[in-house]
């Protein structure tokens, strides 16, 4: 297995804010890597994959990068929208692996 | 889009199958997966299905115990769950996608599954 960490496990943050959570893989994924935002009572929404790679429609405000190991999201200016917890995920190798998640609240 | 249905609650040593309806995508070409996420807790993949049905994958912890099948006629995925143990209570998503390359690009609002005496 491939665990997943992500930091910080909460972010307090307002809008406008630039926000930036941290992913890393216990082995190198290269770029196998996705980002997901959940709402409360809601499904997890795709917003990255391949590390880098922003999913249509998400807005131009989310960002990131990386390779193998380490990886991070950005958020350059915070939404009311945007306030979520956000999970990465690992789909290089089986069994695929989230991380614990960083909620982003006010 | 992706509808789960049949949650509910089962005892232990239970069983359980949930179907996920697809539609507005070509369902038959598509890897599909099932995602679990426990109440107030993170997610967990569970299992995933290749196009024809030929392939299927399982986390440890639900290997034996479930099974992951498809109706490509019928436009649906099921997920079978035998042995239940209270640790299997979650919300389970139906999602496209988890195969070799295969992002999770579309999910289902989920199904709850309650195990408990």
């Known amino acids: 297995d491939i665990p997943m960490t992500q930091s910080p496990s909460t972010l307090s943050a307002s809008v406008g804010d630039r926000v930036t959570i941290t992913c890393r893989a216990s082995?190198?994924?290269?770029?196998?890597l996705a980002w997901f935002q959940q709402k409360p009572g809601e499904a997890p929404k795709l917003l990255i994959y391949e590390a880098s790679n922003l999913q249509s429609g998400v807005p131009s405000r989310f960002s990131a990068s990386g390779s193998g190991t380490e990886f991070t999201l950005t958020i350059t200016s915070l939404q009311p929208d945007d306030f979520a917890t956000f999970y990465c995920q690992q789909y290089y190798t089986y069994p695929f692996t989230f991380g614990p998640g960083t909620k982003v609240d006010v | 889009q992706l509808v789960e249905s049949g949650g509910g609650l089962v005892q232990p040593g239970g069983s359980l199958t949930i179907p996920c309806a697809a539609s507005?995508?070509?369902?038959?070409?598509?890897?599909m997966s099932w995602v679990r996420q426990a109440p107030g807790e993170g997610l967990e993949w569970v299992a995933n299905?290749?196009?024809?049905?030929?392939?299927?994958n399982y986390v440890d912890s639900v290997r034996g115990r479930f099974t992951i099948s498809r109706d490509n006629a019928e436009n649906s995925l099921f997920l079978q769950m035998n042995s239940l143990k209270a640790e299997d209570t979650a919300v389970y998503h139906c999602?496209?996608?988890?195969?070799?390359?295969?992002?999770?690009?579309?999910w289902g609002q989920g199904t709850l599954v309650t195990v408990s005496s």
């Open positions: 299905i290749n196009p024809d049905g030929s392939e299927k």
């Open positions: 507005g995508f070509k369902f038959r070409t598509s890897w």
């Open positions: 082995q190198s994924i290269n770029t196998w």
């Open positions: 999602v496209r996608g988890g195969g070799s390359a295969s992002v999770f690009d579309s």
